[in-house]
């Protein structure tokens, strides 16, 4: 593992993830795991740590991989095994990730088996009236192949037939996501829908969206999740995107129907979240093969709303977005059918960026005939334009709303200055990670300086043990560095956090390694450190003799004052008593 941890440098990995900037000897960034307009995104190229100040995530180079690619350690360890060039580590090759690889696999073999079972039925006499819809649609024959689109036959168990016949396993197909069990019994969970399969960027079909041809409700259903399948993860179409690599951006839709539809009209760079709101992962994955994108959404409530979500997250990313707006009661389906790729070619041209959107729709919710609704846009306005970091492009805009408002552009500047004092006021100095060497938290001392330190903490920690901390991830930090002292090595911080399986334990970790302990006697510091542990343990014990004392009489009483007695004489000979 040592050798992937060298090879995988963590600001160069997660530089690929969000844009670093270095400063005071870290390098910040906008959180990946969390929306946020402030950078509290914290790595450390010398320890190879990272810490979110603001969501308290944290870890190692494996950690963030397996966070951001939802993938397990053994896969985060292979995934940047290939990424450095290397082998696998013997280490991490056991059962355990075997197994789930396994599972993987054959789950996306019955994926590709039922959609090719689909895409048969759909061209089969069950799949008549299926097909006489896409059509009518206006989705073609290239199109249809191209997506592998199908149908599901309304019949009971088809599919759980089929994967039973091609010997998969039982309990194996009841975790595909493909049948539902009632009564002991398997069902097809698709039923009289076409089916829209789910292909991640390398191809394996992951999951299914299916929608129903009647009236029946609901009108989509997805997969659920699965070994194999997290929908906050992938992306509908990106499996297409993926080849358009003179792409520089893409369209965002709500759904399955959307991207077809506009590519099948000649749209080629196109992808829709699956049937939930945009995420902080997809934008990731997006990020990866566009710099650029245009939100299209529904032109209803709803889809305004999701609007305004998706931009945020979108923009923390480091893309660039802008905004294609639609009728109400208008989807990107029904505009292009009705005014074809010219048309949608107009509605590009005219999008509006983030900040133009949003002040479009702060406008639309006032009424600028009156001075209250003037004032109250103003307002509104000088908040939205207070996240632009650019001085020119906010004179910009500022000028749009007083030439809208009649407030001059000053007071609007102005506005937007006091918001941003006022934000400066309460964030400043809220990463102070500096501990002196005056033992007021000597827990958090005695293992930050622990980690930084590891040749001494063998000697330092006879006396301990892990239950003289107070907290479950203190303890298994603590453990694990006398697993590591067990073994005879003096682990980096990548490798003591490796030893954590908790992403808690992980978290706490990554707060350790970012603070700096000074000490002129790192001995002497750390023993002192562990005595105060002990001390404070047996307080702890003390407090709960007390309040344990207050309902106890006869036997019981007598036996906790003479344990409250022995603990004082144990503190009186420390010293420390208080």
């Known amino acids: 593992m040592s050798d992937l941890y060298a090879k995988s440098d963590i600001v160069d990995v997660i530089s690929s993830y969000t844009t670093l900037t270095e400063r005071g000897g870290n390098y910040w960034g906008l959180c990946p795991f969390h929306n946020e307009k402030l950078p509290s995104f914290s790595v450390n190229r010398e320890k190879q740590f990272y810490y979110c100040f603001g969501c308290k995530q944290g870890g190692n180079v494996t950690n963030f991989i397996m966070q951001t690619e939802n993938l397990s350690f053994g896969e985060a360890v292979e995934f940047l095994a290939r990424r450095a060039g290397l082998p696998m580590p013997q280490m991490v090759d056991d059962m355990r990730f ?42 073609g024959e290239d199109a249809i192949k191209l997506f592998g689109l199908g149908y599901a036959p309304d019949e009971w168990d088809s599919v759980a037939a089929l994967l039973g016949k091609e010997g998969f396993s039982q309990s194996l197909i009841n975790e595909s996501g493909l049948v539902t069990v009632k009564d002991n019994k398997q069902y097809d969970m698709f039923r009289g829908r076409i089916m829209f399969p789910i292909i991640n960027a390398i191809g394996d079909v992951i999951a299914f969206g299916g929608r129903v041809l009647g009236e029946a409700v609901p009108k989509y259903l997805n997969t659920k999740e699965t070994a194999l399948f997290n929908k906050r993860f992938n992306l509908y179409g990106i499996n297409i995107l993926r080849k358009q690599r003179s792409a520089k951006s893409a369209v965002i839709v709500e759904g399955y129907m959307d991207v077809v539809s506009m590519f099948a009209h000649g749209v080629k760079a196109v992808v829709a979240s699956l049937g939930t709101a945009l ?8 990020k990866r093969y566009v710099s650029d994108c245009y939100i299209a959404y529904d032109g209803d409530e709803a889809g305004e709303t999701a609007t305004k979500k998706a931009i945020d997250i979108l923009e923390t990313q480091g893309l660039s977005v802008r905004v294609i707006r639609f009728e109400p009661g208008q989807d990107p389906d029904d505009f292009i059918k009705k005014h074809g790729l010219s048309g949608f070619a107009e509605k590009v041209k005219a999008a509006p960026g983030s900040v133009g959107y949003k002040l479009n729709c702060a406008e639309a919710e006032h009424d600028l005939s009156t001075e209250d609704g003037k004032e109250a846009f103003a307002i509104e306005a000088s908040n939205i334009l207070s996240a632009i970091e650019s001085p020119i492009t906010r004179e910009r805009y500022a000028e749009q709303v007083s030439k809208k408002t009649g407030y001059s552009q000053t007071s609007v500047i102005g506005q937007m200055q006091k918001k941003s004092v006022n934000k400066n006021i309460s964030t400043s100095n809220r990463y102070n990670n500096t501990l002196k060497g005056d033992n007021t938290d000597a827990q958090t001392a005695f293992l930050s300086y622990s980690m930084a330190n590891t040749r001494y903490f063998e000697k330092a920690s006879e006396d301990l043990t892990a239950e003289d901390f107070l907290t479950q991830p203190h303890k298994n930090i603590f453990s694990a560095l006398c697993e590591c002292a067990k073994r005879g090595i003096q682990p980096t911080y990548a490798e003591i956090i490796s030893e954590l399986e908790a992403q808690e334990d992980r978290n706490e970790a990554a707060y350790l390694a970012g603070i700096e302990v000074f000490a002129d006697d790192p001995s002497a510091y750390l023993e002192d450190c562990a005595k105060r542990i002990r001390v404070n343990k047996r307080k702890a014990e003390r407090a709960e003799l007390f309040a344990k004392l207050r309902g106890a009489s006869g036997d019981e009483k007598r036996k906790l004052l003479a344990d409250i007695g022995r603990i004082d004489k144990e503190l009186s000979e420390a010293r420390l008593n208080e």
């Open 98 to 139: 075997a197994q789930i690889k396994q599972k993987k696999q054959t789950i996306a073999q019955m994926n590709k088996k039922a959609a090719q079972y689909y895409r048969d039925a759909l061209y089969s006499p069950k799949g008549t009236e299926a097909l006489k819809y896409l059509k009518n649609r206006g989705i």
């Open 279 to 286: 995420t902080k992962q997809q934008a990731l994955l997006l």
